[in-house]
């Protein structure tokens, strides 16, 4: 059972945008001290970095993709989907009760 | 550019430990913190601890309290996480990643540990 909850798979037709939710709590999203990141794993791969600090892209990361946070809660938000975005997705955060980094269950994008 | 090269996989008895490797190139090793990760077949991410590489100071996620240990080379850039007393359950793979921004921005390409009888 992962601290943060995340959907266990979200679907879109290319083209087409879609949000992942990623849901905490007060020691975790909801601490304003701790930022959310962002991670994609293609199959078979090491996670990649795509948004940190809550809503900030790394170089090379395209701005098709963005991230929001909102009281407890953490949305990333892709658009314009390609097959190539089929993977799965990870949130992340710092937990200060738990003094440790956690991360959500991870969501897996199928690209209909 | 960044990167870490992480050693191969291992297959270990249960009870028994294992060290896995993580080479850093591209940056100032010193300047930033490792943490290690690891994720099981067809499961999710699992964070085990973090280390400051200039320093060496380290902080563990309880369940591996008593277990792991993460120490660093500086002189060859590399860190190490040594997992002991392994079990079945241990069988994933673990990955070292570059703490940076309240991210994890680099990762190893994942060491696979096998613990098996």
């Known amino acids: 059972q992962s601290v943060l909850t995340q959907p266990p798979s979200v679907s879109a037709a290319p083209g087409q945008k879609v949000t992942i939710s990623c849901s905490g709590s007060?020691?975790?999203?909801?601490?304003?001290?701790?930022?959310v990141s962002w991670y994609q794993q293609l199959p078979g791969t090491a996670p990649k970095l795509l948004i940190y600090?809550?809503?900030k892209r790394p170089s090379g990361i395209p701005d098709r993709f963005s991230g929001s946070k909102s009281g407890t809660s953490a949305t990333l938000g892709i658009t314009g989907l390609q097959t190539g975005d089929e993977a799965d997705y990870y949130c992340g955060t710092w937990d200060s009760s738990l003094r440790a980094v956690v991360f959500g269950g991870g969501t897996k994008l199928t690209v209909l | 550019q960044v990167q870490l090269v992480q050693s191969g996989a291992e297959v270990k008895k249960p009870g028994a430990s294992v060290k896995v490797s993580c080479k850093a190139s591209?940056?100032?090793?010193?300047?930033?913190?490792i943490n290690w990760v690891r994720q099981a077949t067809g499961q999710g991410l699992e964070w085990m601890g973090w280390?400051?590489?200039?320093?060496?100071?380290?902080g563990y996620a309880q369940k591996f309290q008593g277990r792991v240990t993460m120490t660093r080379d500086i002189s060859i850039s590399t860190a190490y996480m040594e997992l002991s007393s392994l079990r079945s359950e241990d069988t994933a793979v673990y990955y070292c990643?570059?703490?940076?921004?309240?991210?994890?921005?680099?990762w190893g390409q994942g060491t696979l540990v096998t613990v098996s009888s």
């Open positions: 990643a570059r703490a940076s921004n309240h991210a994890r921005d680099y």
């Open positions: 280390m400051k590489a200039n320093s060496g100071k380290t």
């Open positions: 591209g940056y100032t090793f010193s300047t930033y913190e």
């Open positions: 600090e809550n809503n």
């Open positions: 007060s020691s975790n999203i909801g601490n304003g001290n701790n930022y």
